[in-house]
């Protein structure tokens, strides 16, 4: 039979929902980033305090503070459409889907609360 | 009365290269569905217009068409919801064309019958089987799938990669699978776990999005990836005769 394959060239850029999902996937890259950004904090307090203060310094520079909004959005998003899927990914239970996602969601809001109240009180 | 126009993909293999549009004007009423309205063209317009339909009532599954750009029912949909219109209508995506709106479904017939669709087991000695309202919320959303295709079309992954077992088979996979009656699940899970089973999903998740029997194929291939998980370190523990 003699049929016609359609190309699947551009393929995310065609409907909105694709969109949506390639920034969800695009934002792991900013949450990886975010991680290693914290990790090198870490490891420069071990070398010392002369090392943190250097890494401190370099939080304040406009790029970074450019990244940390930027990722700031986007582990925000990433961390909605984490809790969006979640029913769909855990194995069945007695709760309603919009539980788990209110759950979920109110969770993280409460611990962020509780981590900017501790680093900032 | 008002009109719209539609601008359909054609493609006739002895005569076309690649699909082209076309656009044809179509007075309708408010209670025309889109079905109706390819209907207008072939009886009015232009009889070699190519589609597929039959109940015309969202049971069969036939008449999947891409609706400006989304998986759709034409039976199920309104032109006037369309108006003023162009309403653009295209063959579901991710298929071979054969001719304008009809797509070559024989990839998906053969992923169906890979699932073995059908309650695997020795029937009851006597009587029916029974079963509680509970056994049966298991799997009954997944039972109401009618073989559409508007989830592959949805589904990009099957899109990028046809081997990919696809959303509505591994959803009637799991609705055997999840059936009480049934005893094939072993058989079953050989699809599960192979390369183009449920770890070729991402969770794009507008399958479920596009379902228009309320199906969720995403829960029914991610639920999937955690039995598949589960049947992964359980042979460790217990491995299988003949493994």
Redesign the interface.
């Known amino acids: 039979m003699n049929t016609y394959k359609r190309s699947m060239a551009g393929w995310w850029q065609r409907n909105p929902f694709y969109r949506w999902y390639m920034l969800r996937e695009l934002s792991c890259v900013f949450v990886t980033a975010y991680a290693l950004v914290l990790l090198l904090g870490l490891y420069r307090l071990v070398q010392g305090p002369e090392a943190f203060a250097a890494w401190q310094a370099a939080l304040a520079m406009p790029g970074s503070l450019v990244f940390h909004l930027v990722a700031l959005v986007l582990v925000g998003y990433h961390s909605w459409t984490w809790f969006k899927i979640m029913p769909k990914t855990l194995p069945r239970i007695s709760l309603p889907d919009w539980a788990v996602v209110t759950g979920g969601i109110g969770a993280v809001i409460a611990v962020s609360a509780a981590l900017l109240w501790t680093a900032l009180g | 009365m008002r009109s719209i126009a539609i601008e359909c993909l054609r493609?006739h293999?002895e005569t076309d290269r690649?699909?082209r549009l076309q656009s044809y004007d179509v007075p309708f009423t408010d209670d025309m569905s889109v079905l109706q309205g390819l209907q207008y063209i072939k009886d009015q317009l232009d009889g070699s217009l190519t589609f597929r339909w039959s109940c015309r009532m969202a049971i069969c599954g036939s008449c999947g068409l891409m609706l400006n750009?989304?998986p759709s029912l034409g039976c199920e949909h309104f032109l006037r919801d369309y108006y003023p219109g162009p309403l653009r209508v295209e063959p579901l995506?991710?298929f071979?064309?054969?001719r304008d709106l009809a797509i070559?479904q024989s990839d998906f017939l053969r992923k169906l019958e890979s699932v073995k669709p059908w309650l695997i087991g020795e029937p009851p000695a006597k009587g029916t089987h029974l079963q509680t309202p509970r056994q049966l919320d298991?799997y009954y959303q997944y039972s109401q799938c009618i073989n559409c295709l508007l989830c592959y079309a949805a589904c990009?992954q099957y899109?990028?990669n046809d081997k990919f077992t696809g959303p509505a088979a591994l959803a009637l996979l799991h609705r055997y699978n999840a059936d009480s009656r049934d005893h094939g699940k072993q058989e079953r899970m050989q699809v599960v776990n192979a390369e183009d089973g449920v770890w070729g999903c991402?969770?794009?998740?507008?399958c479920?999005?596009v379902c228009p029997k309320g199906v969720?194929p995403?829960?029914a291939v991610?639920?999937n990836?955690?039995e598949s998980t589960k049947d992964y370190f359980l042979r460790f523990l217990a491995p299988r005769k003949g493994a």
Request: glycine share 10%.
């Open positions: 493609y293999p690649a699909p750009g989304k995506n991710h071979p064309i054969v070559d298991e990009a899109g990028l991402t969770l794009v998740g507008y479920s999005e969720d995403a829960r991610n639920q990836k955690i």
